[in-house]
């Protein structure tokens, strides 16, 4: 099956800095990758898709100025939390679709605490 | 609105079959995937349907009708690790984007 990772798995940060996680298509070219973030007890919520080469489309209500997000090659996407607050702690999952997929396959997550 | 409806929780004892039905409406349909999550996780990908009929994948099934905007995953011969929440999920385009389902929290008892 298609395999994302992601990393760091886990990071803890004070509050005003900036976070960087990346997500990899391990073993397919991402033509699409998606950044999600998801509170416990409730669904994913879609942050940004972003297709290789272009910029990222943002979901209503998601600073784009906040969460920048990179997409520079077909493997590799990053999102970068700028000026961390707490209330940007969360669990942050990227997935991928390309060719060769029928659907989105995740990665594992990154959980942010901003302290 | 675009719209998937699933049962926000189901029981059953370990060993047992149990079906988790999802409904749709959407502008335009692609595909229906389903996804397991465990507490603390990640989604995993489960199955995918993009034509009528079922999918078999070891334990796990799932089936789609596109003309009554229905599907289900059916779990055979639970077991304890199958505790987690499942998702349905329907692209309308080939996008690859995704509207996911509020999900089903699945409770295998002993």
């Known amino acids: 099956g298609a395999v994302v990772s992601q990393h760091p798995s886990r990071v803890i940060c004070k509050s005003g800095t900036s976070v960087k996680i990346e997500c990899r298509s391990l073993d397919f070219q991402a033509t699409t990758m998606f950044w999600y973030r998801q509170f416990p007890k409730q669904s994913l919520m879609l942050m940004a898709t972003?297709?290789?080469?272009?910029?990222?489309?943002?979901e209503q209500g998601v600073e784009k100025d906040k969460f920048l997000i990179n997409h520079a090659s077909l493997t590799l996407s990053t999102l970068t939390v700028t000026s961390a607050h707490p209330e940007d702690s969360s669990f942050y999952i990227c997935?991928?679709?390309?060719?060769?997929?029928?659907?989105?396959?995740f990665g594992p997550g990154t959980r942010l605490t901003v302290l | 609105g675009q719209s998937l409806e699933q049962p926000s929780e189901v029981t059953a004892v370990e060993g047992a079959i149990v079906q988790i039905n999802c409904t749709y409406q959407t502008s335009g349909f692609y595909g229906l995937s389903w996804y397991q999550q465990h507490d603390g996780g990640a989604p995993t990908f489960l199955s995918y349907?993009?034509?009528?009929g079922l999918e078999e994948t070891g334990r796990f099934s799932s089936f789609l009708s596109r003309s009554d905007s229905y599907g289900y995953l059916l779990l055979q011969e639970l077991q304890m690790k199958d505790s987690a929440s499942y998702f349905c999920a329907v692209s309308t385009d080939s996008s690859y984007k995704l509207i996911f389902g509020s999900g089903t929290r699945l409770l295998v008892r002993p």
């Open positions: 349907n993009a034509l009528d």
């Open positions: 997935s991928a679709g390309g060719a060769g997929t029928d659907t989105q396959y």
């Open positions: 972003s297709n290789e080469g272009s910029k990222a489309t943002y």
